[in-house]
T-cell receptor, first 113, second 118 residues
Framework: GENVEQHPSTLSVQEGDSAVIKCTYS??????FPWYKQELGKRPQLIID?????GEKKDQRIAVTLNKTAKHFSLHITETQPEDSAVYFC????????????FGKGTTLSVSS | KAGVTQTPRYLIKTRGQQVTLSCSPI?????VSWYQQTPGQGLQFLFE???????NKGNFPGRFSGRQFSNSRSEMNVSTLELGDSALYLC?????????????????FGPGTRLTVL
């Protein structure tokens, strides 16, 4: 079955620096890769996603890249702010609808001011 | 629109008991997925329901089961509870099934039910 590996498990940066989180997946049939942010005590929320027919997607300070050949995708956060501190999860979808997600184990991002 | 709601929010049970958790999706959403979240294993997919039918299933033992009602509300049941079942159980709803490369279905998570097994 699908397996998603996520690195690093923890990441500490200074405010204004960039942060990069990397994920690899095993099932080449996966076509949808969302990223979720979970603040302490809160529910996960979708921050950005990418489909397999796209190599890169940006949304303000957040970008995601996908390399289907290598089966890896990455989250890039530029100009980090303290409110970016949270746990970030990457995921790969088991199904076409994207409603059955296999998650990486998460990256705890700490942004210090 | 009201978000995804889950009841109860907290639950304490003892080993061997069974438990039923409930999830009410966003109005109009027909797909409900369940996930188990633990510090060691992260978020793990349990199963997904759409139109009262289980469509996808993760790698959990048969003690974990679920169902969906005609109003899209879903329940999951865990029988013969074990200490390792202690976790946050999250459900997520989405608008529709079926997708193409141009449209996938964002999942909206509920607040979760915190289950503690003693």
């Amino acid at each position: 079955g699908e397996n998603v590996e996520q690195h690093p498990s923890t990441l500490s940066v200074q405010e204004g620096d960039s942060a990069v989180i990397k994920c690899t997946y095993s099932d080449s049939a996966s076509n949808y890769f969302p990223w979720y942010k979970q603040e302490l005590g809160k529910r996960p929320q979708l921050i950005i996603d990418i489909r397999s027919n796209v190599g890169e997607k940006k949304d303000q300070r957040i970008a995601v890249t996908l390399n289907k050949t290598a089966k890896h995708f990455s989250l890039h956060i530029t100009e980090t702010q303290p409110e970016d501190s949270a746990v970030y999860f990457c995921a790969a979808a088991l199904n076409q609808a994207g409603t059955a997600l296999i998650f990486g184990k998460g990256t705890t991002l700490s942004v210090s001011s | 629109k009201a978000g995804v709601t889950q009841t109860p929010r907290y639950l304490i049970k003892t080993r061997g008991q069974q438990v039923t958790l409930s999830c009410s999706p966003i109005s109009g959403h027909r797909s409900v997925s369940w996930y188990q979240q633990t510090p060691g294993q992260g978020l793990q997919f349990l199963f997904e329901y759409f139109s009262e039918t289980q469509r996808n299933k993760g790698n959990f033992p048969g003690r974990f089961s679920g169902r969906q009602f005609s109003n899209s509300r879903s329940e999951m049941n865990v029988s013969t509870l074990e200490l390792g079942d202690s976790a946050l159980y999250l459900c997520a709803s989405s608008l529709k099934m079926g997708g193409s490369l141009s449209s996938y279905n964002e999942q909206f998570f509920g607040p979760g039910t915190r289950l503690t097994v003693l």
